[in-house]
């Protein structure tokens, strides 16, 4: 979301071989970016404790990062210098923890043995704790910085946004089956939901939906 955002007012040297395709991607990915977050996060559709954690560091890494440059400069910033603003500072942040891992993984390849690297290949169910756990506790906004400067680094503009538009789609159709029933009952009820439509076209023109269970 955070990445695509950083997209959206990115203003860099860049192709662009459609325009109206170009706006027509960059419109709906980003409202599917804001719609998709207001149902995990205003809806609790498939939110998880690691998720709600997760989002909780990134209110607070941005607020961090906008009240420094609040304290500095004494001004209110719009919306477009805010993204940016936290895009500078998420590179700074990236840079950093790479270099910090290069160094860690440096140090430790020298200090393990043959045995201990294959006991650690063995115990995966330990190390999928272990990287569940650094996800909720590492920085958000590197991550972020790191996602959004490789879709940039995509020249074509009109490329970039179609493979930001596929991936938002992508995850509006994962999520409409997994809303539950009772979702969908509530908000009929007041008036609708834009993706139980979505959930009804994937039922009609499927067969798109998970198997039971998925």
Not at 34 to 47: A, D, E, P, S, T
Not at 74 to 103: P, R, Y
Not at 192 to 199: A, P
């Amino acid at each position: 979301h955070i990445a695509t955002d950083i997209c959206y007012f990115w203003e860099g040297a860049s192709t662009c071989s459609s325009g109206v395709e170009l706006k027509k991607h960059k419109e709906m990915s980003r409202e599917l970016s804001n719609y998709l977050m207001y149902l995990v996060f205003k809806c609790g559709v498939m939110l998880s404790s690691n998720s709600q954690i997760v989002h909780d560091k990134a209110h607070e890494e941005i607020l961090t990062t906008l009240f420094e440059h609040q304290q500095s400069q004494q001004v209110t910033l719009d919306e477009k210098t805010t993204v940016m603003k936290i895009f500078k500072a998420s590179k700074k942040e990236w840079l950093f923890e790479a270099l910090k891992k290069k160094s860690l993984v440096g140090t430790q390849k020298k200090h393990e043995e043959p045995s201990e690297i294959k006991d650690n290949a063995a115990d995966s169910h330990l190390q999928k704790l272990l990287q569940s756990a650094q996800a909720t506790t590492s920085p958000v906004l590197p991550h972020a910085g790191e996602v959004a400067q490789a879709l940039i680094d995509i020249q074509d503009e009109a490329n970039r946004w179609e493979l930001i538009a596929s991936v938002w789609s992508e995850m509006l159709f994962y999520t409409a089956p997994r809303c539950g029933c009772a979702f969908h009952y509530e908000h009929l009820s007041t008036g609708g939901e834009f993706i139980t439509h979505v959930l009804l076209l994937m039922k009609f023109l499927g067969p798109f939906l998970p198997p039971p269970g998925a």
